[in-house]
């Protein structure tokens, strides 16, 4: 009987995003406080006894040759030269487009998931390495804990958090992260931190400004989470994660964020949800030391 694991890809946020500059080949560099959380898509894997790779379900705006959770396992597969194939689902929870990550997480859980059904045994740098051909996120779930990332996000340092919860609303709009650091107004010669210890509150993001100007939804949502930020025992005030669209604020209790998410969704007019930050992914144990 062929083995299935079910696994979970958790989604990220940005607490802070500085744009320190552009390198020649157009992508920017960047200094980011990534922290994942207990909100996420699920990944189903199944093993084959042939090579073929087979998207079962996904999302259906999404082709299986251009889905990242098919070309992580392609990828694997390849570089491991394993002569085994894999089907795979992918139910969605994480909206595309949002600043939470979804995509690159789905193809880092495949990554480690199939570490584990294959028998590869990779470490965790090593899968990190075949998670930068992906996307510059997808190294960051790999790692797999609260990061300080600079370059272009793959160049990570570990960094440790109080306990937080979030408020996460999550506007019906899809934005193009391209389009956002396309944008002429953007800056993008902020300055390095050039520390690992932050105070609460500390840096910002510099596409906010860029993408509440385009997208009415992010600004509002923005507008909501101030006032509760404004009255509530909060860890940080309201943001944007990512390009968008979600925005989020931070609490140092989970009955404070539940609260504060009902106020804010109370009209019916945004949708969202509470979760806390995770210390650790939750297939941590999935990579070799």
């Not at 992508?27 to 894997?45: G, K, N, Q, S």
């Not at 002569?83 to 600043?99: E, I, S």
Request: include cysteine.
């Amino acid at each position: 009987m062929a083995l299935t694991l079910t696994l979970p890809a958790p989604a990220k946020l940005n607490v802070f995003l500085h744009v320190t500059g552009r390198r020649a080949d157009g992508y920017h560099t960047l200094e980011t406080l990534f922290v994942p959380i207990a909100h996420a898509d699920f990944i189903t894997l199944t093993e084959r006894n042939d090579r073929k790779i087979v998207r079962e379900h996904g999302p259906p705006e999404i082709a299986p040759e251009d889905d990242l959770a098919v070309r992580a396992a392609r990828l694997l597969q390849r570089e491991s030269r394993v002569d085994r194939g894999v089907a795979l689902g992918v139910r969605k929870q994480l909206p595309a487009g949002a600043g939470l990550g979804g995509g690159s997480s789905d193809a880092a859980t495949v990554l480690l998931g199939l570490n584990r059904l294959w028998g590869l045994n990779y470490s965790r740098a090593a899968l990190m390495s075949f998670a930068l051909e992906l996307g510059a996120d997808v190294p960051f779930f790999v790692f797999g804990e609260p990061a300080l990332a600079r370059g272009i996000g793959e160049l990570l340092v570990a960094v440790s958090l109080p306990p937080i919860w979030f408020v996460v609303l999550t506007p019906d709009r899809e934005v193009s992260t391209a389009a956002i650091f396309a944008a002429p107004e953007l800056t993008r010669n902020s300055a390095s931190a050039k520390i690992l210890v932050f105070p609460e509150g500390f840096g910002r993001n510099d596409l906010q400004a860029v993408a509440a100007a385009r997208f009415p939804e992010i600004a509002a949502g923005l507008e909501v989470l101030a006032r509760e930020a404004a009255t509530g025992p909060t860890a940080l005030e309201a943001r944007m994660s990512g390009s968008g669209s979600c925005v989020f604020a931070a609490f140092t209790s989970e009955d404070a964020a539940a609260q504060a998410l009902s106020r804010a969704t109370r009209a019916g007019r945004l949708a969202g949800f509470v979760a806390r930050a995770l210390g650790r992914h939750p297939l941590w144990g999935f990579a070799a030391p």
